[in-house]
């Protein structure tokens, strides 16, 4: 497993992580979630993103029991912050008081006295930028969070939030934006920014929610039990967008690609992503632990640019590109 910086700060982390959105808790029970840790903790990786309303906090529960007993100086976890964790008003958002309650939750869930990265899960409209950045910062010095960053935040929010954190002498490092072959839409404004800034990304879906893998075919039924038949934990609507004959064409025309790479179609959609200089880390889930085993062997395979440029002239009329796709909720959910 290869180790890349965290935007310009000093910090390590692995360039495939482990994430358990909608998988712990929802698609797999914690005996399998648990069995998913470790064959990632095997694999090499050390770094873990999860978030508080993962399942109502049963995700950030799980994922701490699993690494519960490893040395935590060498494991790098991150969560976030903004959506509701409870029915109340305050119990959402990116107020203080939400902040400063949110990080002491989610360190009990956890079972650890810090988290290495908090982030803002999304921009938050009712709040002052100026506050969330206040409470962020007290975070920090409280020792609860050791860096801060965001999520699917704008371009123009990722500036104005740097320059509090500037101000504030705290550590904005990171954006954790939706990011594959398929859904590009951070490159046209998000990217280069966060390069400006020295924000590094942590991105999650780099199958595209599985649709990279190959595994859903034009014009036959979705496999049962992945993640377009997944409507507790919300996966089937995620995945949607994809599950169009013409995408799922495309995607099928990369197999000559991959067995070229000598990748699987889901490890070629991985080291697509690691391929961008931006990124610090993809984000990969799983809910067998032989899926993990595939997706890090793209871990220190650099993607050959020819090769990269293929995938792009392939999938080019079915990729999400508009940058206006990254947004937040105008009001708090």
């Not at 990632?40 to 050390?46: Q, R």
């Not at 780099?206 to 919300?234: C, F, H, N």
């Amino acid at each position: 497993m290869e180790h890349r910086s965290l935007g310009r700060s000093g910090l390590k982390i692995s360039e495939i992580a482990y994430g358990n959105w909608i998988t712990h808790g929802g698609q797999v029970e914690a005996d399998q979630a648990t069995s998913c840790v470790r064959a990632a903790l095997d694999a090499g990786i050390t770094t873990f993103d999860t978030a508080d309303v993962y399942m109502r906090g049963a995700a950030e529960t799980i994922l701490g029991e699993a690494l519960a007993g490893e040395r935590r100086e060498g494991l790098e976890i991150f969560t976030k912050v903004y959506w509701p964790v409870g029915d109340g008003v305050n119990d959402r958002g990116l107020s203080r008081k939400h902040i400063l309650e949110g990080i002491d939750a989610s360190l009990r869930r956890l079972g650890t006295d810090y988290v290495d990265l908090y982030q803002a899960h999304r921009y938050d409209y009712e709040t002052p930028l100026e506050e969330t950045m206040l409470a962020f910062a007290d975070v920090v010095r409280s020792g609860k969070a050791l860096y801060i960053g965001v999520s699917e935040w704008r371009a123009e929010q990722i500036r104005a939030a740097k320059a509090l954190a500037d101000e504030l002498h705290v550590p904005l490092v990171s954006n954790q934006p939706q990011y594959s072959a398929l859904y590009r839409v951070i490159e046209a404004e998000v990217l280069p920014t966060s390069k400006e800034l020295g924000l590094g990304q942590v991105v999650f879906s780099p199958i595209a929610q599985g649709v990279l893998t190959g595994k859903y075919v034009p014009g036959q039924p979705v496999p049962e039990g992945s993640r377009a038949t997944d409507e507790k934990g919300g996966g089937a609507q995620f995945i949607s967008r994809f599950l169009r004959d013409d995408v799922l064409q495309r995607v099928q025309d990369l197999k000559p690609v991959a067995d070229e790479a000598g990748l699987s179609l889901a490890a070629l959609a991985v080291a697509w992503v690691l391929a961008e200089d931006g990124v610090s880390a993809a984000i990969i889930g799983a809910s067998r632990p032989e899926q993990i085993a595939d997706n890090v062997a793209a871990s220190g395979k650099p993607l050959d640019p020819a090769l990269k440029a293929r995938i792009d002239e392939i999938l080019a009329p079915v990729a999400l590109t508009d940058p206006e796709l990254t947004q937040s909720p105008q009001s708090r959910p």
